[in-house]
């Protein structure tokens, strides 16, 4: 097979097919999602069959563990699967809404619609629910898409695509409106993300390593991110009590999440008062501490205490290692952060109005807080439903992106016959 | 000189002097425009000395009439300039703006926050005044920016930063917040389009060519359309007296710009009736119409007629000619758009309520109209206050780019001490 042709195939039919879907109405997609779900349940054992297929595989090829457990179906991944579709067939359709629409002295009207953006590559790798996860919100976002998960997943992922397809067809859609790529052939990658005449943009669901790899060769937009390099700034007007929780909270909750805190940072007139705290609640939980030569002094004594190199304030650790450096004030607090952070989630801790103002506005990162822990940087903590991925870029969509991510927004004229004088 | 150097130079310092365009309150922003309008007032006699001289240049280099009208500043240009400045100074702020600020369940407050881009590379060929506008723009805007002018116009455009420079300087912003290229080297553009550590979108202003030029080699984002192949289409429900008016208005108007119809469709019961009367319109204006079998059918007799070759359908024509095709109704003309138009704007004539609200939704172009004109679409006739350009994509910004195209939505996150449970 011709891996190019076949993807340029799969290209065609799905924008073909992303007409049809973009034209259908709430109730038609609504209901392509509960016909997906209701499948999913009732095959499950067929989908656990096709599962242990992957799975026999992947052990006698020696996948570790780890990758293992990320490619097994279990009935309660299952149940979250099929839990999931219903959730977000009852979410509020995205499309079609038009806002602002104003008179202008011509006599138009002019406003702008929500619409799909078309056709949507996702690009995963073993897990089995991306799969049905973002074949729900392209759906629910009126796009077709095309998913190529990993390939030790291929066998479930078949099964999960014939699913998917008999609930497209059932609820009157086109069939081509979600493609699994078939093939575990890796030229099918590079493939997806050349072809910007069938695909309007890409979300790569992954490690950092695959969006490097993708980066290098897509001509198609992608909506991604890389690094979660997120601070905490305990300012010196900060309550030392919320200062504690949310280092804590950001730091240790979870030590995998690009929401994570990976550097602390501490107001010169409070570090001798807090860091000794805060070093007894991460001592309880090893976490190590890579200081800079202040903090490094005032820390002195602790189990796990590293000296800072110049590598570390731009390191993702994703692991029980924070780095940690005084600061002189506010300005040096922003400065370290427009330099260091990956403009991913910064946080302040502070009491002083002005200084929380004056970081809100000048800390360049999708999100920024004030008195909240950085782990709350995600799309069901606000609110918006549903999550597709976390942008770092700053065109289009910006930090956790949920459905509005998946369309775009065009001008629509309500004119009486006005013409151009 | 080495070109690379150069341009990295430029862009460090563009980058440095961002957080400071970012960081400066409104009135100091428009203090600048004030200041840079008083200075051009005030030496544009200089102004005009320095574009005598890239004047003389052009002429000696045997550029043609219309590149030297393009690159004269007269007089009257130059009170534009100045005009346009204060206009902008006038328009509301952009930046700082919060919206969508939402408690949630956790107690957190979360919304967006409007901030700039960062840095903005405008790339553009003879215009002069080009350099003035973009340079107001970004500084309203809170961008630096890197200004790459035709070299044709270099000893004006130098003149040009010079005032730029004091104006931002009299205000207290960076002398790099704005800056030109001061080579001619087209290395420099190179340069300027592949360096996105410094760069965060690059808008070029100029023909099809140079944007098909630089979307060859560009590694950052651009804001930037190619073509307008605009249509009306006349539904068999249309009112005929405004039909007429809007296709001649949306041919006639003005033939060299991008929303100026290129093809119109016409619906087969309509036809008979509409041509004719269309052709008499068009025939006193010497335009030529190249038609398909049916519309070459009943236009028999009309004095600049061309039987259509296929090409014609994705011909941006900018002249008076224009494609004409009959069509047996909405689905059809809707699939022909679709396959054909550029997704600039594209117009419906009909008097039926549901053709409109289908037309509206299914037409999959940055502006979508019901009984207008194409002309309209405008950033000036959509109220915008202001263009930067016209976006052909669909991520980030499409159709006419204001200033909320030179900016971005980061989240921002209310808190109170909250940590995630």
Chains 1, 2 share one sequence.
């Not at 999913?40 to 297929?53: K, T, Y």
């Not at 807090?274 to 890579?290: D, G, N, T, W």
Request: a negative charge; proline letters at 4%; hydrophobic letters at 45%.
């Amino acid at each position: 097979m011709d891996i190019t042709e076949y993807m340029h195939t799969l290209g065609r039919q799905a924008r073909a097919a992303s007409r049809a879907m973009a034209r259908a109405d709430s109730a038609t997609r609504n209901r392509a999602l509960h016909l997906i779900a209701d499948a999913i349940e009732r095959d499950s054992s067929i989908l656990r069959a096709a599962n242990e297929q992957d799975l026999d595989a992947a052990r006698a090829s020696g996948l570790g563990p780890a990758l293992v457990d990320r490619l097994t179906l279990s009935e309660s991944a299952i149940a979250t699967m099929v839990d999931g579709l219903r959730q977000i067939a009852a979410l509020p359709d995205p499309i079609g809404e038009i806002s602002d629409l104003k008179f202008r002295p011509s006599g138009i009207q002019v406003g702008k619609m929500r619409v799909p953006l078309g056709v949507i590559g996702i690009i995963y790798e073993a897990r089995p629910n991306v799969t049905v996860d973002a074949a729900g919100l392209c759906i629910k976002s009126g796009n077709a898409t095309i998913l190529r998960g990993g390939s030790e997943a291929i066998n479930c992922n078949r099964a999960l695509a014939a699913l998917v397809a008999e609930g497209l067809v059932g609820a009157g859609l086109p069939e081509h409106g979600v493609q699994v790529v078939e093939t575990t052939d890796r030229a099918a990658v590079g493939a997806l993300i050349t072809m910007p005449q069938y695909v309007d943009v890409i979300v790569p669901r992954g490690g950092k390593g695959l969006i490097e790899r993708l980066m290098q060769e897509a001509t198609v937009p992608m909506i991604k991110h890389l690094d979660g390099i997120c601070h905490v700034y305990i300012d010196d007007k900060a309550d030392v009590e919320k200062a504690l929780r949310i280092a804590l909270n950001a730091k240790t909750h979870r030590y995998g999440t690009c929401n994570t805190m990976e550097t602390l940072l501490v107001a010169r007139d409070l570090a001798p008062l807090v860091l000794p705290q805060l070093a007894e609640m991460y001592a309880a939980k090893q976490v190590e501490l890579r200081a800079d030569p202040e903090s490094h002094h005032i820390l002195q004594g602790y189990p796990y205490l590293v000296e800072a190199v110049p590598e570390d304030w731009s390191t993702e650790y994703l692991a029980p290692i924070l780095s940690v450096k005084v600061v002189g004030g506010l300005d040096e607090a922003i400065d370290h952060i427009n330099t260091y952070s990956s403009r991913h989630t910064d946080a302040i801790v502070t009491e002083d109005y002005s200084a929380a103002l004056r970081f809100l506005r000048e800390v360049d990162s999708a999100s920024v807080m004030v008195n909240a822990s950085t782990r709350f940087a995600d799309g069901f903590e606000y609110g918006l439903g549903a999550e597709i991925g976390i942008s770092n870029d700053k065109l289009h969509a910006r930090g956790p992106v949920g459905l509005e991510g998946l369309t775009s927004l065009k001008y629509v004229v309500f004119g009486h016959g006005e013409i151009r004088k």
